[in-house]
């Protein structure tokens, strides 16, 4: 089955610095992949996401790269601002209406002001 | 519009002990889900449904059911408490589930099993 690691599992950056968080999978036949950001004490909420026919995918100050040679995809924030302090997980799945999703591990993410 | 809301918010039960855990949404969302979320872990699927009646069984389904009888309704319920089950349990619902239509999460319940 699929498997889906995330790094680093805590980052820290200066404000209007960039983040990027990092992840693999394993299943090669994985074709959707979501980002969701998890605030303190709510649920997931979908960021971006991109499937497996376009290596790059842009949403403001959030980007999407996907490498499916190498299986991983990562997720760029620029510009980062204090609200973007959170958890994001990332995702992978086949395109059956969720029901297979395997999310990584996390990252918390802190934006010092 | 409430989106989509879990009830309750906090419960602690003893081990043995049964509850059931309340999902409600009010976007006419055909497809609705069940997740776990235990520490250091990404969320990890009990169960889901793809419209009102239907059930089917996730990553972990062990040690729970579901029920969907009315559509906007999703019940997971725990027959006999093990402190394994202590997790944050979050509900989502979609309108024909992603990559076509996002999911969106309610605010979580924190079960706690001693």
């Known amino acids: 089955g699929e498997n889906v690691e995330q790094h680093p599992s805590t980052l820290s950056v200066q404000e209007g610095d960039s983040a990027v968080i990092k992840c693999t999978y394993s299943?090669?036949?994985?074709?959707?992949f979501p980002w969701y950001k998890q605030e303190l004490g709510k649920g997931p909420q979908l960021i971006i996401d991109?499937?497996?026919?376009?290596g790059e995918k842009k949403d403001q100050r959030i980007a999407v790269t996907l490498n499916k040679t190498a299986k991983h995809f990562s997720l760029h924030i620029t510009e980062t601002q204090p609200e973007d302090s959170a958890v994001y997980f990332c995702?992978?799945?086949?395109?059956?209406?969720?029901?297979?999703?395997?999310f990584g591990p996390g990252t918390r993410l802190s934006v010092l002001p | 519009n409430a989106g989509v809301t879990q009830t309750p918010k906090f419960r602690v039960l003893k081990t043995g002990q049964s509850m059931t855990l309340l999902c409600a949404q009010d976007?006419?969302?055909?497809?609705m889900y069940w997740y776990r979320q235990d520490p250091g872990m990404g969320l990890r699927l009990i169960h889901y449904?793809?419209?009102?009646?239907?059930?089917a069984k996730g990553e972990v389904p062990d040690g729970y059911n579901v029920s969907r009888l009315k559509k906007q309704n999703f019940l997971l319920g725990l027959e006999s408490a093990a402190p394994s089950q202590t997790s944050v349990y979050f509900c989502?619902?979609?309108?024909?589930?992603?990559?076509?239509?996002?999911?969106?999460f309610g605010p979580g319940t924190r079960l706690t099993v001693t």
């Open positions: 299943d090669s036949a994985s074709n959707y």
């Open positions: 995702a992978a799945s086949l395109d059956n209406y969720g029901q297979n999703f395997v």
């Open positions: 989502a619902s979609s309108y024909s589930g992603p990559p076509r239509d996002e999911q969106y």
């Open positions: 449904s793809v419209g009102e009646g239907t059930t």
């Open positions: 991109i499937r497996s026919n376009v």
């Open positions: 976007m006419n969302h055909e497809y």
